[in-house]
């Protein structure tokens, strides 16, 4: 058998092709597996579904217009009533839970507004929960939103240097998540990072009779820069300094191990990464490593820089945004938290 020659398009010379790596020694040919999308979609891996997501929404009091975030296209702060009608549209469409954030009528040092049982989030929760029975509500527990510091728990002042007391700050913590069990809640998700605190909320339900809410934790929740919008978003940011004094360092992963360890000795039903697009090698390591439902959160930062990208014709929203959401369950995500769930939901196929 003769050798073929083919056009070199580089520098128009010819090339010899020896018929030992011709057409007919290929035996192994991957690429039969891509030749149609039915092909494709039949040995697809990974399928990101609705009823994975959860759906972060914000609640503000009665008194307060409807607000778009600016740095958030497409995401709002909500009244009760408006909250319950986009938790409605978010079923229509096949999502299964919603998460609550609360920004309050007033802010004081402890956050106390955040167990008023009038609070937005109570209210949001119990009409979700009314129009809305089979919905899934998670209310984010943290002090940040409610405190006039910003920060996520008691401040106390060690030799001219402020910073959160842990221990002091738990008993905030089951103060606002017995206030949102009362109110309906699911679950309850503790963001706030304090030591102990998964254990020190599952105690107090337990002590109360609510054996069967359930507790999402913010496990590995690290000190990140993608979390800016969302300040915007909750009017969280801190009045000073910063929240590296309890929020993890970028850099650890065996830290985040063992966090994540600790809530699930403490009696977390979920563990949570978040970020997710930075950590998809701790959703991983958690997926590896526990045997619970592993949650990851899709944070502002990461839908705003697809959403401002898009705007500026630099990438194809969408498909970005579907092949985030499913780089994140491929890494090992049972659940993601995500403000592209309904824009998700309204284009899936399955």
């Known amino acids: 058998m003769t050798s073929k020659t083919i056009l070199d398009p580089m520098n128009s010379a010819t090339i010899d092709i020896e018929p030992a790596v011709g057409r007919a020694s290929l035996t ?25 997501l959860i759906y972060p929404l914000f609640a503000v009091p009665d008194n307060r217009p409807k607000v778009e ?47 008023d049982p ?17 919905m899934t509500v998670m209310t984010d527990v943290c002090m940040c939103e409610y405190t006039d510091h910003g920060h ?7 030799k001219g240097t402020k910073d959160v007391d842990n221990d002091q700050t738990l008993a905030l913590l089951v ?27 599952r105690r107090a339900l337990d002590d109360r009779g609510m054996t069967d809410i359930g507790i999402m934790a913010y496990s590995a929740k690290f000190a990140s820069g993608f979390y800016g919008p969302f ?6 940011a801190p009045q000073f300094g910063d929240r590296r004094t309890y929020q993890m360092d970028p850099a650890n992963a065996r830290e985040a191990l063992r966090e994540m360890q600790l809530d699930a000795e403490e009696g977390a039903d979920m563990i ?25 959160y899709n944070v502002s930062g990461e839908y705003s820089m697809v959403k401002a990208a898009a705007k500026l014709g630099w990438i194809d929203g969408p498909r970005v945004m579907n092949e985030i959401l499913t ?3 491929r890494a090992g995500a049972d659940l993601i938290i995500t403000y592209h769930a309904v824009e998700f939901a309204e284009t899936y196929k399955g």
């Open 69 to 115: 975030i600016g740095a958030m296209p497409g995401v709002w702060q909500l009244r009760a009533r408006e909250v319950v009608e986009e938790a409605k549209r978010a079923a229509d469409k096949g999502i299964r839970a919603i998460l609550l954030f609360g920004i309050p009528e007033y802010k004081d040092a402890i956050g106390s507004s955040s167990w």
């Open 272 to 296: 949570m990464v978040k970020p997710a697009l930075s950590y998809l090698d701790l959703i991983r390591v958690a997926r590896e490593n526990f045997n619970l439902p592993i949650a990851a």
């Open 175 to 201: 103060k606002q998540s017995l206030s949102f069990a009362n109110a309906g809640a699911d679950f309850v998700a503790p963001s706030d990072m304090m030591d102990g605190r998964i254990g020190a909320i």
């Open 152 to 158: 996520c728990g008691v401040i106390v002042d060690r």
């Open 327 to 329: 780089s994140i369950k």
């Open 28 to 52: 192994h040919r991957p690429r039969r597996l891509r030749r149609s999308e039915g092909i494709r979609a039949m040995v697809r891996e990974t399928i990101v579904r609705p009823d994975d």
């Open 231 to 236: 300040r915007e978003a909750a009017e969280s």
């Open 118 to 134: 009038s609070g937005p989030v109570q209210a949001a929760t119990e009409g979700i929960k009314k129009a809305l029975p089979g």
